[in-house]
């Protein structure tokens, strides 16, 4: 494996551990008496998992040797290397003879049995190391009855303690299916899941942020600085810089606190697509009355989904996948867009037939409609617009201390779970705003953050993505400040993640992570 110097430096590094973790022989998780009311609906489709919470507390457990397996599901988010690590330590610690066998692919290298018994230097070669490349990643599903019957026998014939799944909100509901699909079929590997994402959705009372978050945030807020230097220096372009993020605008409010843009768009407040426009156009036209031809401009990628118009048309075009079905009504939306968003609404699907949102060119739908509104509105002045997309420039980064620290904790607090054979839960560190020493760990019931949505006309459990607060405190003082930053240029500029040095730069927390724990 070929690495940099600051790879191999981040080889060393030696992940900040919350104080109960420094005796690995000393810890157990003990059941919380409070039991949290959930729904008949729900309940019934995990009639054998258990509903209530465990702490970690100081206290002897039973120490055997134990084969836990694992994989990665999804889009990468830095850090998962140390989850890996976390869970190889803990295992190693009590019992030499411990095994990790790690799943390639995603959730299909469980399926097809696709799986190597990891070494110590495999291991270690990716300590603190971006990407998910030990294992490889997939989006493949575990939700048929043939799928669960297949993933148990495989579990069985690896005679796997634990199955820990590091995902999003999709694959952890699956893991709970999972896990109860063992307990009715008497198999006896715990399943355990993982918060993972770099979008930030998968939030809870408990589980305040899902790892890579933190990363993928510094490293999208470096980009937009140094392009707001240079709009700065040159004075003749508007940036219109979108973030990924899936439907949730939770990184570009990130990084709009962090870097102070013209103009950040927050999904959540659902603006049409005109009120937008207008808004871009008065933005511009009132930046030229102050001799500033230029801005930066931030679009969450999932914009599209929460402007009324917009849902409705994509509502539509999912369900009956073809123009000639669509109402008049969606039709004149569909045809006023600029014919390139019309192709790509209309060719671009995802695994499950639905518009592949991700690849919609949002800010050239903007960037076009602007132009239109100014050419109308007469507009005197320059635009040169500018488009960019920053989304897998940040998925696999180094992890930031914060991830490295957070993930190697839940790999930890996952293979005590296996251990202390807890299943169907979801492993969760709270205070993360805090010294890592107080930071408070638990495994959640993952039907805890499960409720029911309606998937092609049928209601389903879920996890429930969680979208930006309006009434929270990171958009509210945002909402505070956006008015000042369209006219003063108060760009600015975080440069480079660090690593090493001043612990309030080295080891900061997520913005919104830490405006979420102040009372006002
Ligand atoms: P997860 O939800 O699986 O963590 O993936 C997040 C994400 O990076 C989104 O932000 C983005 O829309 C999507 O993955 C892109 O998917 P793909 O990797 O399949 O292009």
């Given at each position: 494996m070929h690495v940099s110097l600051l790879e191999k430096k981040r080889r060393e590094y030696q992940p900040k551990l919350p104080s109960l973790f420094n005796d690995l022989l000393n810890v157990c998780l003990k059941k919380e008496k409070q039991d949290v009311p959930i729904l008949d609906e729900i309940r019934k489709q995990f009639p054998k998992l258990e509903t209530s919470a465990y702490k970690l507390v100081s206290g002897k457990s039973a120490i055997r040797n134990l084969r836990i397996g694992a994989f990665f599901s999804g889009g990468q988010a830095p850090g998962g290397h140390n989850v890996i690590a976390g869970i190889w330590d803990a295992i190693q610690k009590w019992d030499k003879q411990s095994t990790f066998i790690g799943f390639l692919g995603g959730p299909s290298g469980l399926l097809e049995n696709q799986h190597r018994i990891l070494s110590y230097e495999e291991i270690d070669h990716v300590r603190n190391l971006g990407g998910f490349d030990l294992l490889g990643s997939g989006?493949?599903?575990?939700?048929t009855e043939e799928q669960m019957q297949k993933a148990m026998s495989i579990c069985n014939e690896l005679n796997l303690d634990g199955l820990v799944v590091i995902g999003g909100d999709d694959s952890n509901t699956n893991a709970a299916f999972l896990a109860e699909y063992f307990l009715t079929h008497g198999c006896s590997t715990k399943v355990v899941g993982v918060p993972k994402t770099i979008d930030g959705d998968l939030q809870s009372v408990d589980i305040e942020i899902p790892f890579g978050f933190d990363s993928a945030t510094k490293v999208y807020s470096e980009m937009i600085g140094n392009i707001m230097k240079d709009a700065l220096s040159s004075r003749k372009y508007y940036h219109f810089i979108k973030l990924m993020g899936r439907s949730a605008s939770h990184i570009t409010l990130e990084c709009a606190l962090s870097t102070h843009p013209n103009l950040a768009l927050i999904g959540?407040?659902?603006?049409?697509l005109s009120e937008i426009v207008d808004e871009i156009a008065n933005l511009i036209e009132e930046r030229h009355t102050h001799k500033k031809d230029f801005g930066v401009i931030l679009i969450p990628e999932g914009l599209i989904e929460f402007m009324p118009e917009m849902k409705e048309l994509i509502r539509e075009l999912n369900q009956n996948q073809s123009v000639d079905k669509l109402s008049e009504k969606n039709k004149k939306v569909l045809i006023n867009l600029p014919e390139k968003i019309q192709k790509q609404l209309l060719s671009e699907r995802d695994p499950h037939g639905n518009i592949a949102l991700s690849q919609i060119e949002t800010e050239y739908l903007l960037i076009e409609l602007v132009t239109k509104e100014l050419q109308k509105r007469e507009f005197s002045g320059k635009f040169n617009p500018l488009a960019h997309f920053f989304g897998y420039e940040g998925r696999s980064c180094l992890p930031s201390n914060f991830d490295a620290n957070y993930c190697y904790s839940l790999g930890i607090l996952a293979a005590i779970a296996v251990r202390d054979g807890i299943t169907g839960m979801i492993c969760s560190v709270q205070h993360l705003f805090q010294k890592v020493e107080k930071w408070h760990l638990k495994m959640v019931p993952i039907i805890h953050l499960i409720h029911l949505e309606e998937r092609k006309g049928k209601k389903k459990p879920v996890i429930q993505k969680t979208l930006v607060s309006m009434i929270q405190n990171p958009f509210l003082y945002f909402k505070s400040i956006r008015d000042s930053l369209r006219l003063d240029d108060q760009y600015k500029s975080t440069g480079p993640m660090q690593f090493f040095g001043d612990e309030d730069l080295a080891d900061s927390v997520p913005k919104t992570l830490k405006m979420k724990s102040l009372k006002s």
């Open positions: 989006r493949a599903k575990i939700e959540e407040e659902k603006k049409t």
